[in-house]
Structures are given as C-alpha cells and as structure tokens.
C-alpha cells in the first residue's frame, strides 16, 4: 500500500487497529468497541471474530492492488486530520473507521449466511441485527474457496 502513495493510510489503519487490540483486551470495554464498529448484537462475537472484520478495506489488496473500496477507506480516512497533539492516539483513527459509512455493510457482505448482519452506526429500530461472526462456512462455494485460501498461509486450524 505504501508504494501505491497510502502511506498515510497504512499509518491510520496501524493506529487504530492497535488501539482496539487495548480495547479487546479489556473486559470492560470489548463489548463496547464492537458495537461502535458494528452496532447492537456485535458484542456477542469473539474477539478474534470481530478482529477479523479489520481486513474489509484492503481485502482484495492482493489481488486487485488499490481498489475503489481502498481508495475511498483511504480518502476517508485522511479526510479529517486529528486535533493537534492526538496524531499518535489510535482513539482518533479508531473512531473514524468506526464511523466509516460503508464498513457494516462490506462485513455484512462478506458474511457467509445472508441472515446474519451487522447495523453498524445507524441504527434500524424496525428490526433486531443478527451480528454473528464466528459462524462456521456452510456454503460449499465459501468452504472451498477458504480452504484454497488458507492452506496456502498455513491458517487453516481456524476453520476446520
């Protein structure tokens, strides 16, 4: 990503990934870092489900290099520069993603089971998300691309 000019990007993403890694390992404030990213019913996930969400802006990186889902993360991402003095506290970045409009519906959307969805931050008081993240693949099609995926990182104890 630097070498495509996201440095700054890459910087931001760091940030707030570390300062949510503190928040997670916090009992009483994981509950709350996972309903500011994805609303009511998140923080019935793991911690390493919900950590998994943090790959949605660059997750076609590698095969696609910077696509319009990375460009706008990244455009939105620099778009508002932290109050003077925070621009190392990862709390600035964190809240930004969180805030990033389309990021609820990209995880929603790389879930396996079309019943499940996170709200995000607006909140749709006509019906209850169903937030969940660490369900097993069942489509066969999303079972054998994940094995294709993984075995090749040597991650694949995760999903077996």
Not at 5 to 10: F, I, K, R, Y
Not at 78 to 95: I, L, T
Request: hydrophobic share 30%; proline share 5%.
């Amino acid at each position: 990503m630097v070498h495509y000019g996201l440095e700054n990007c890459t910087s931001y993403i760091h940030k707030a990934v570390k300062y949510v890694d503190v928040q997670l390992s916090r009992p009483s404030t994981a509950a709350g870092i996972k309903r500011q990213y994805l609303g009511r019913t998140a923080e019935k996930n793991s911690n390493a489900g919900f950590a998994k969400t943090f790959n949605v802006p660059y997750y076609s990186f590698h095969i696609d290099g910077v696509d319009q889902v990375l460009r706008e993360f990244c455009d939105y991402m620099d778009a508002v520069k932290p109050p003077k003095g925070e621009e190392n506290h990862g709390a600035f970045y964190s809240d930004r993603w969180a805030a990033w409009p389309p990021h609820a519906q990209l995880v929603s959307g790389y879930m396996d089971d079309s019943a499940n969805y996170c709200e995000g931050t607006v909140r749709d008081n006509s019906k209850t998300p169903n937030c969940r993240l660490d369900t097993r693949l069942s489509h066969p099609t999303m079972i054998s691309w994940k094995w294709q995926y993984v075995s090749g990182t040597n991650s694949y104890s995760e999903y077996r």
